[in-house]
Nanobody
Framework: QVQLVESGGGLVQAGDSLRLSCAAS????????MGWFRQAPGMTREFVAA????????YYAASVKGRFTISRDNAEREVYLQMNSLKPEDTAVYYC????????????????WGQGTQVTVSS
């Protein structure tokens, strides 16, 4: 079983950048597809980005494409989400998630989740 711990959230201004990290531990952690999701107050959890274990397959939500970049370092067992040109509507709790198999974008396809990290973007 994989365990996930996110870090890197915080309070920033619109237009700023932030990098989230997700540390994975456990058996074969580097072989999992990893995803980033977010949930704003009163909203359902939504897909942000995902990357296959090899890094060959990457998907982004339309709302973040061109601004966010997902990457991973399998040697360090970490996944990153570089967020540039942040907007107030990016404000949410960001979650890292893992699944075995190919990249998927629906939250229910992921069976392991971190505790989340808050990102707040002020206007």
């Amino acid at each position: 079983q994989v365990q996930l711990v996110e870090s890197g959230g915080g309070l920033v201004q619109a237009g700023d950048s932030l990098r989230l990290s997700c540390a994975a531990s456990g058996r074969a952690a580097s072989r999992y597809t990893m995803g980033w999701f977010r949930q704003a107050p009163g909203m359902t959890r939504e897909f942000v980005a995902a990357i296959s274990w090899s890094g060959d397959s990457i998907y982004y939500a339309a709302s973040v494409k061109g601004r966010f970049t997902i990457s991973r370092d399998n040697a360090e067992r970490e996944v990153y989400l570089q967020m540039n040109s942040l907007k107030p509507e990016d404000t949410a709790v960001y979650y890292c998630a893992a699944r075995q198999g190919i990249v998927r974008t629906a939250p229910y396809e992921y069976n392991t989740w971190g505790q989340g990290t808050q990102v707040t973007v002020s206007s």
